[in-house]
């Protein structure tokens, strides 16, 4: 029982992650959309991260079995780009508007990219696997849609005494 119970929390951890930021901001009190981003980019982007990271450089045969892939030496680099964005979806739960953006931006190219490789292999190759078509292709699609819409409700404007490149 316990062993299941371990392994439906490792194999569902972002959506996990997801649901229980949501959860936590509707306790937090006053300010829930702000609470919200802060936590989805600490647990949806960040600790999902790094469990990425984990499983694929530390785990490869699980996170490949899970994913319906062939184990190999790629899973090193899957595992160490979900560490980037885990780290850097940390910082930005700590972190300005700005930064906040980047790291949405990049999370949002990076899931919905992940999403559209899900649903390619499972039109291609009818790969059902639950790391291939399961909780992780719904997270890979609403983390980064939820970002962006909390990203826009925390809009502050911009500081008109800063240089910025165009």
């Given amino acids: 029982m ?15 992650m997801y649901i229980s930021a949501i959860v936590l901001s509707l306790f937090s009190g006053g300010q829930t959309h702000k609470r919200l981003f802060t936590l ?6 960040g600790l999902s991260g790094v469990w990425g990271f984990i499983m694929h450089a530390f ?5 490949s079995q899970q994913i319906g892939w062939q184990a190999n030496s790629f899973e090193f680099e899957v595992g160490l780009a979900n560490l980037a964005l885990g780290v850097t979806g940390i910082i ?3 972190a300005s508007w700005s930064y906040r953006a980047a790291v949405t931006t990049a999370t949002a190219i990076f899931l919905w990219g992940a999403a559209f490789g899900h649903i390619r292999q499972i039109i291609l190759l009818h790969n059902y696997n639950p790391g291939n078509a399961g909780t ?7 983390i980064p849609l939820t970002l962006l819409v909390l990203l826009a409700l925390n809009y502050t404007q911009v500081r008109k005494d800063l240089i910025y490149f165009s």
Wanted: hydrophobic share 70%.
């Fill in 2 to 16: 316990l062993e299941q119970t371990i392994k439906l929390f490792l194999e569902n951890f972002p959506i996990i």
């Fill in 92 to 94: 930005a739960a700590f």
């Fill in 136 to 142: 992780i292709l719904i997270s890979d699609i609403l």
């Fill in 59 to 63: 785990f490869p045969a699980i996170a």
């Fill in 40 to 45: 989805m980019l600490f647990m949806a982007v």
